[in-house]
């Protein structure tokens, strides 16, 4: 089993930044792309960005963070990071990280989640 931790939410004013972090326990399991999604109240979840092992990243269109936030990992950490800098209040949300990752020589990769972390961004 893997489980994901995240940390590094709270309450922030607009303009200001936030970093959170996304650690995965599971030592015998390999961890290959992982993402972080938000869900604002009343919404659906939401990609947010992306990024593969070899540290490929994209981000969703559809959440305007381009230029703002940034996704970074470190695999000997198993950890994901989500920088994100000029924060504005639509940016408010719970934030999960999510995990692929399989057992060596496993053909296929099981999806996991973290709980979440607030992110509330006002004045």
């Known amino acids: 089993q893997v489980h994901l931790v995240e940390s590094g939410g709270g309450l922030v004013q607009p303009g200001g930044s936030l970093r959170l972090s996304c650690v995965a326990s599971?030592?015998?399991?390999?961890?290959?792309?992982m993402r972080w999604y938000r869900q604002a109240p009343g919404k659906q979840r939401e990609l947010v960005a992306s990024i593969t092992r070899g540290g490929s990243t994209n981000y969703a269109d559809s959440v305007n963070v381009k230029g703002r936030f940034t996704i970074s990992r470190d695999n000997a950490e198993n950890s994901v990071y989500l920088q994100m800098n000029s924060l504005k209040p639509e940016d408010t949300a719970v934030y999960y990280c999510y995990g692929a990752a399989a057992l060596p020589g496993q053909l296929y990769a099981n999806n996991y989640w973290g709980q979440g972390t607030q992110v509330t961004v006002s004045s």
């Open positions: 599971g030592s015998m399991y390999i961890i290959y792309e």
